[in-house]
């Protein structure tokens, strides 16, 4: 009898053990009762009949990477491109990932494929190369409408490397090397048409200061013979004045100043040797000094 008591109780320890899963934190865990689905266990201190019940399978709550190997597509131009990528997924309900599809990973990674050609599909070489970010986003957007009902949330999609034949990239090198220099020859010859017409600016303006200045200095020297006149002017009519109360002529003081400035010039000459004094003026003179 006592024996039977302590397989008894042995027997109820060993069911307890059974009954009670423990669940680690990143896991759930998937629980059938006669190959039916029963419940699913969340992370922590979890009971389960032990006899009818058995777990079935462990699920990975945590955000997995699947990485998509590299295949060939072809462009709306009929160019060939070997691309790759890296689908991140996370499953958010265990029972749909578990039974509402057969392989998720494998399930994930053709249907990114899939997607990947026929977004390339519709567009040009240019384009794929140049709109990563686009397909980026088309991509999250259609498998994560499709992984819906398995419970799966895409949460971003990466294409890691587009490449194009070599023959495409030697093209494109040459391409982008014309370009290059065109765009050197552009910019050499707007330098050169700004750098002529800023001279061109200068020397126009250079003549409108000169011409300014110009037109000041003949103002000024205009200023400067009108005053002179005037001053001769004033000059003549103060020596008039004077020659009225001596019966004097002025036109001929004004003959005889006039005169002894030319002799006066022409003895300063550096190639006169002597002067030639009229007669008349000797005479004049004679007649001064007897007086």
Same mark, same amino acid.
């Given at each position: 009898m006592l024996y039977f008591a302590i397989a008894i109780?042995?027997?109820? %320890?060993?069911?307890?053990?059974?009954?009670v899963r423990i669940v680690p934190q990143a896991e759930n865990w998937i629980v059938e009762r006669f190959g039916k689905y029963a419940?699913?266990?969340?992370?922590?201190?979890?009971?389960?009949?032990?006899?009818?019940?058995?777990?079935?399978?462990?699920?990975d709550i945590r955000e997995s990477v699947l990485d998509l190997p590299k295949q060939g597509t072809i462009t709306s131009d009929n160019a060939s491109l070997e691309v790759d990528g890296i689908v991140y997924f996370k499953i958010m309900d265990p029972y749909k990932a578990y039974y509402g599809i057969q392989n998720l990973h494998y399930a994930i990674q053709n249907l990114?494929?899939?997607?990947?050609?026929?977004?390339?599909?519709?567009?040009?070489?240019?384009?794929?190369?140049?709109?990563?970010?686009?397909?980026?986003? *088309?991509?999250?957007?259609? %498998? *994560?409408?499709a992984t819906d009902a398995w419970g799966t949330?895409?949460?971003?999609?990466?294409?890691? *490397?587009?490449?194009?034949?070599?023959?495409?990239?030697?093209?494109?090198t040459l391409q982008m090397k014309a370009e290059r220099e065109k765009r050197a020859r552009i910019l050499e010859a707007e330098a050169k048409k700004e750098a002529a017409e800023r001279e061109a600016e200068g020397v126009k303006r250079a003549q409108i200061l000169a011409a300014e200045a110009r037109k000041e200095s003949a103002e000024r020297d205009a200023e400067a013979r009108e005053r002179l006149a005037l001053a001769e002017a004033n000059a003549i009519k103060l020596v008039a004045d004077s020659l009225k109360s001596s019966n004097g *002529?002025?036109?001929?003081?004004?003959?005889?100043?006039?005169?002894?400035?030319?002799?006066?010039?022409?003895?300063?000459?550096?190639?006169?040797?002597f002067v030639m004094l009229p007669p008349d003026l000797l005479e004049s003179v004679k007649n001064i000094f007897k007086k």
């Open positions: 109780g042995f027997f109820v %320890l060993f069911m307890i053990m059974k009954g419940s699913t266990l969340n992370p922590g201190l979890n009971l389960i009949n032990p006899i009818f019940s058995r777990v079935s399978t462990k699920i990114a494929q899939t997607n990947i050609r026929s977004i390339l599909g519709r567009m040009t070489l240019d384009e794929s190369l140049s709109s990563r970010e686009k397909i980026n986003a *088309d991509l999250l957007i259609t %498998l *994560d409408e949330k895409i949460t971003r999609v990466e294409i890691k *490397d587009i490449q194009p034949p070599e023959d495409i990239v030697n093209a494109m *002529d002025p036109l001929v003081y004004l003959l005889g100043q006039e005169y002894v400035k030319g002799l006066v010039k022409l003895g300063d000459s550096a190639n006169s040797k």
